[in-house]
């Protein structure tokens, strides 16, 4: 595929980025990581540079404590970096969930690579699920993405995904995201990330408890604008245009969503609550955000500016109940 996404493979329904190839369910590792894409290793090989001197050609010199990492199938470059710099492979984030998925009852559901290469990502269904009033379904996940050009550490996620929409929101607790993060100047050590998404996991009881508060909690119109306002307006959110022509009609835009024309919208959990507004930024940056297209509006909702704009969302809806 052209642009921002390399590949991409998923099972079950089509995902809410509409992109990849459908897997038949419970694939083996090795299916995912050819149908996927990520069955290629990142090589490195010290930066060398040629000296010229007049009439001759020079020398081959090396720049010392810096690397090109390349890919092993196509050579192409991916990035320079520190030779302190800890690769982690395409093929170990699928191999993180081997286990889960073998014997902890996880699903993988969608992986892929991002930006030829320099990022890629799994994303598994743990089975655990909940439903606020009206049917309205949320199910956990796990993911977990990596780059290999410095912008984003090894990073282990507990996510939602609301099912009617498709929102995706990271599961965060006492303002602080769930995630786990190992720095790429550290060896990826999955046992230990394991070791402490036990505790992460366990956290989605009390997440989702505060989820139902939120549905409980009814929002009056000038309540329901001043959290867009501080969303939006007070955000790093930038886009095409000026801040605040922008700002404007984002505005208009989650407004919309919350009112009513929001997919999932008119549920009792979410018509006139906390839990509506929160779901109108998160479908806002998912499906209706202004993006140069589909992979670009993955990348920022997952690993972006979207991504801060919802973390922001849910800070500012948990204020409501606090």
């Given at each position: 595929?052209?642009?921002?996404?390399?590949?991409?493979?998923?099972?079950?329904?089509?995902?809410?980025?509409?992109?990849?190839?459908?897997?038949?369910?419970?694939?083996?590792?090795?299916?995912?990581?050819?149908?996927?894409?990520?069955?290629?290793?990142?090589?490195?090989?010290?930066?060398?540079?040629?000296?010229?001197?007049?009439?001759?050609?020079?020398a081959v010199m090396s720049f010392a404590d810096q690397m090109v990492l390349y890919r092993s199938d196509t050579k192409a470059p991916l990035s320079?970096?520190?030779?302190?710099?800890?690769?982690?492979?395409?093929?170990?984030?699928?191999?993180?969930?081997?286990?889960?998925?073998?014997v902890s009852g996880f699903e993988l559901e969608t992986a892929g690579v991002l930006k030829a290469?320099?990022?890629?990502?799994?994303?598994?269904?743990?089975?655990?699920?909940?439903?606020?009033?009206?049917?309205?379904?949320?199910?956990?996940?796990?993911?977990?993405?990596?780059?290999?050009?410095?912008?984003?550490?090894?990073?282990?996620?507990?996510?939602?995904?609301?099912?009617?929409?498709?929102?995706?929101?990271?599961?965060?607790?006492?303002?602080?995201s769930s995630a786990i993060k190992v720095p790429h100047r550290t060896s990826f050590d999955a046992l230990a990330v394991k070791k402490q998404l036990g505790i992460a996991v366990s956290q989605w009881d009390s997440f989702m408890y505060r989820m139902k508060t939120l549905s409980e909690r009814r929002v009056k119109s000038h309540e329901a604008m001043n959290y867009f306002l501080k969303v939006i307006c007070q955000s790093d959110f930038q886009g095409?245009?000026?801040?605040?022509?922008?700002?404007?009609?984002?505005?208009?835009?989650?407004?919309?969503?919350?009112?009513?024309?929001?997919?999932?919208a008119e549920l009792a959990a979410a018509k006139g609550t906390a839990w509506g507004l929160l779901n109108a930024v998160t479908e806002f940056v998912d499906h209706e955000r202004k993006a140069r297209n589909q992979e670009y509006r993955l990348d920022s909702a997952w690993f972006g500016q979207g991504a801060n704009l919802k973390q922001r969302a849910l800070d500012q809806a948990l204020q409501l109940i606090s």
């Open positions: 595929m052209a642009h921002l996404l390399e590949s991409m493979a998923y099972v079950g329904e089509t995902p809410w980025h509409e992109l990849g190839s459908k897997l038949p369910p419970k694939q083996p590792i090795e299916v995912w990581a050819d149908k996927a894409g990520m069955n290629w290793n990142i090589c490195s090989t010290p930066v060398r540079y040629m000296t010229e001197q007049a009439g001759t050609l020079g320079v970096v520190s030779d302190r710099y800890q690769v982690v492979q395409p093929r170990e984030v699928l191999e993180f969930y081997r286990d889960l998925t073998e290469g320099k990022k890629f990502w799994a994303l598994a269904r743990t089975g655990k699920e909940s439903v606020l009033k009206g049917n309205d379904v949320v199910k956990g996940y796990l993911l977990l993405a990596t780059s290999c050009d410095g912008t984003l550490a090894t990073t282990a996620t507990p996510t939602t995904v609301r099912v009617v929409c498709n929102n995706t929101l990271t599961i965060a607790l006492n303002g602080a095409d245009s000026s801040t605040g022509l922008n700002n404007e009609r984002a505005l208009k835009k989650v407004q919309a969503l919350f009112d009513g024309t929001g997919q999932g």
